[in-house]
């Protein structure tokens, strides 16, 4: 049968995969944002390729 903790799983994956930020979906499951990301970073490729971008252009100008 379905349990409780398999709904959570599945709302937390469906919020990351529409572009919900890992804090917002942290928050809404009550856990801290270190154990979410632990749990749900294979759920949001695109948010771990946004974070590689960002350290990749540490040294870049910011856009404006």
Do not use: C, Q, W
């Amino acid at each position: 049968g379905v349990r409780g903790h398999d709904l959570r799983r599945t709302a937390a994956t469906g919020a990351l995969n529409r572009g919900a930020g890992m804090a917002d979906v942290a928050l809404f499951l009550n856990d801290s944002e270190k154990v979410t990301a632990r749990h749900y970073a294979h759920a949001a490729p695109a948010l771990l390729l946004d974070v590689v971008r960002r350290i990749e252009g540490l040294g870049d100008e910011p856009e404006t």
